[in-house]
């Protein structure tokens, strides 16, 4: 063996030093830097087979490339496809990240029993066993579906050239370790080295791969910033744990656009695709309740109706006090001085606690009209009629400000049977035979008529 090479990697941006330093000068941050062994190989451990690299790379006109032979593969999984934008990519290679415990593991395990194809689900983290108690919950009856207990990437590099399978899903990218490097698995040398073998792979024989990936407690992925450079779509698997709802959305894509999002709902048998999300977020009720307002908002490019409750109460200690569950703390503090200073209503000593239901964060502007309208709902102990809904932002001067894709919301609202939607009265709108009413209003005191 060649003589033994080691350098510092900073643990948290990968930034390389020739020696140990407290602080990393890229990102700044304390006690990141960590000596790694690196064994720089001669060759990767993928050995492609000599007649698919007998491939010379030639200039091509860009209308003369042919893209038909790569048509996407179909996951059968709709909100999946969508995130990706129509299908895995052959030989393009998927990072999923998200927090422990949120359903990497399930979704990929489901979307692999699901998939028409030879799949071949390699698993740094659970035995074969396991594997097969959580396939048995989700869905048990797949013969395609190969399981490999695995982290070495030479190991499972022979076992890929013996199966030959369509398509690769690897648990996790942290737990890979390759011959070729000598530091542990999930060293930023490890993660670089593995990915780049699996590229090598990935490209050659145009299988897609899909990885796993950890992150850290500030929400990266694991690892350096550089996985994400070199993969061509970084997901982001995210929910509240104690909640039902998971989103899915791609952070990076290569091949379609960033703007989709997926949506499931995790069940005791796995997760369930949810294509029509605001009818789940709506509580069904008969009575009406003060405090509750619903908005029109937009998920990336999904419309989504989400439930605002508002509950305003008579301080009962000294300082008022104001919280929020999924919305901006300090956005609620400017609109309720709005409330105050531009329609009256005098809530300093009032306690104010808002909460989007659902579990889910909102940080699209539209929400602001219902956040109001709820807050007034609570404040009067009036509740609104529950056909209504509520799409605009509110300024600081108590304007009511257009939003983008009104219509979308419009038409989205109109489905779920919503009889009024109150926008503003600035944005332009060309819908016509509508059979929901369209409200305009231009300052937050035509709020105050319309619903007090
Ligand atoms: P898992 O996929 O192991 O998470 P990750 O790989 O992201 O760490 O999923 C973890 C949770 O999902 C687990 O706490 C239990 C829950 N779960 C269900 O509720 N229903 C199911 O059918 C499965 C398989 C898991
Ligand atoms: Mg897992």
Same mark, same amino acid.
């Given at each position: 063996m060649a003589k033994v090479k080691t350098t510092f990697f900073c643990q948290n941006?990968?930034?390389?030093?020739?020696?140990?330093?407290g602080q990393c000068n890229s990102c700044k941050q304390w006690n990141t830097i960590a000596e790694e062994v690196i064994e720089k190989p001669e060759k990767s451990s993928w050995k492609? /087979?000599?007649?698919?690299?007998?491939?010379?790379? %030639?200039?091509?006109?860009?209308?003369?490339?042919?893209?038909? $032979?790569?048509?996407?593969l179909n996951s059968l999984d709709k909100e999946f496809n969508r995130v990706l934008g129509g299908g895995i990519v052959p030989g393009s290679l998927t990072l999923l990240g998200g927090e422990p415990?949120?359903?990497? /593991?399930?979704?990929?395990?489901q979307?692999?029993? %699901?998939?028409?194809?030879?799949?071949?689900?390699?698993?740094? $983290?659970?035995?074969?066993?396991?594997?097969?108690?959580?396939?048995?919950?989700?869905n048990p009856n797949n013969s395609n579906c190969y399981i490999l207990t695995e982290t070495k990437t030479q190991n499972i590099f022979k076992q890929i050239s013996e199966l030959e399978p369509d398509i690769v899903i690897i648990d996790s990218i942290q737990t890979l370790h390759s011959d070729y490097i000598e530091s542990s698995a999930g060293s930023i040398s490890?993660?670089?080295?593995?990915t780049t073998e699996l590229i090598k792979f990935a490209k050659e024989t145009a299988t897609p791969v899909i990885l796993i990936g950890h992150i850290t407690k500030d929400g990266h992925i694991a690892g350096p910033k550089i996985l994400e450079h070199m993969v061509d779509t970084v997901l982001q698997f995210e929910g509240d744990r104690n909640h039902v709802?998971?989103?899915?959305r791609a952070n990076k894509n290569r091949f379609g656009s960033t703007n989709e999002l997926g949506i499931y709902e995790m069940q005791g048998s796995g997760l369930r695709e949810v294509s029509n999300p605001s009818e789940l977020l709506i509580s069904k009720k008969d009575e009406e309740l003060s405090g509750n307002a619903i908005a029109a908002t937009l998920e990336g490019m999904r419309p989504l109706m989400i439930e605002?409750?508002?509950?305003?109460?008579?301080?009962?200690?000294?300082t008022p006090q104001r919280s929020a569950t999924g919305f901006n703390a300090k956005r609620l503090n400017m609109l309720l001085a709005v409330l105050e200073k531009r329609a009256g209503f005098r809530l300093g000593a009032k306690d104010v606690f808002l909460n989007i239901t659902g579990g889910i964060n909102v940080d699209d502007p539209a929400i602001d009209l219902a956040v109001i309208a709820a807050i007034l709902s609570s404040n009067e102990d009036e509740a609104l009629q529950n056909?209504?809904?509520?799409?605009a932002e509110v300024g600081l001067s108590g304007e009511i400000r257009p939003i983008q894709r009104v219509e979308q919301r419009i038409l989205e609202a109109e489905k779920l049977g919503f009889a009024t939607i109150v926008v503003s009265k600035y944005n332009k709108l060309s819908l016509r035979n509508l059979k929901i009413k369209v409200q305009l209003i231009s300052k937050i005191e035509d709020l105050v008529d319309l619903i007090v």
């Open positions: 941006c990968g930034a390389q030093y020739a020696k140990w330093q492609s /087979s000599e007649s698919k690299t007998k491939r010379v790379s %030639k200039p091509l006109k860009i209308n003369e490339i042919d893209v038909s $032979e790569d048509a996407r415990g949120i359903g990497k /593991s399930t979704l990929l395990l979307i692999s029993l %699901k998939l028409p194809y030879k799949t071949l689900y390699v698993s740094g $983290e659970e035995s074969q066993k396991q594997i097969k108690m959580r396939a048995e919950r989700i490890q993660i670089k080295e593995c709802f998971r989103i899915l605002v409750q508002a509950l305003v109460s008579t301080a009962v200690y000294g056909d209504f809904c509520f799409a």
